[in-house]
């Protein structure tokens, strides 16, 4: 299953919980600051994401949005429009 992350970088700690939790190694940290003076969280290989979420539970700031692709029967292949439940 294809998915994908979005991260509020301004809502993130940098704490890497997201990082450990991610079982394909997506998200890494980034070698900049945000407004607060965290280095955030970004998806690094946002190919290899399958939108499995565990990253946005982990989450303690609620900063990762989670999107799955959506089956070729119920929407156009290739779409993402699916917004995972947090
Ligand atoms: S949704 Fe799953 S595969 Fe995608 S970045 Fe989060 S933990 Fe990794
Ligand atoms: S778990 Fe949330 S707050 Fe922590 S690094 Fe990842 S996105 Fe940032």
Not at 7 to 14: F, N, V
Request: proline content about 7%; some cysteine; hydrophobic content about 30%.
């Amino acid at each position: 299953m294809k998915g994908m992350i979005v991260i509020d970088e301004e809502l993130c700690k940098g704490c890497t919980y997201c990082i450990y939790a991610c079982p394909l190694g997506v998200i890494a940290i980034k070698d900049r600051f945000n407004k607060k003076g965290f280095f955030p969280a970004s998806p690094k290989y946002p190919d290899k994401c399958t939108g499995c979420n565990m990253c946005a539970q982990m989450c303690p700031e609620i900063a990762i949005e989670v999107y799955r692709e959506v089956g070729p029967t119920r929407s156009r292949k290739g779409q993402i429009c699916q917004k995972d439940m947090q």
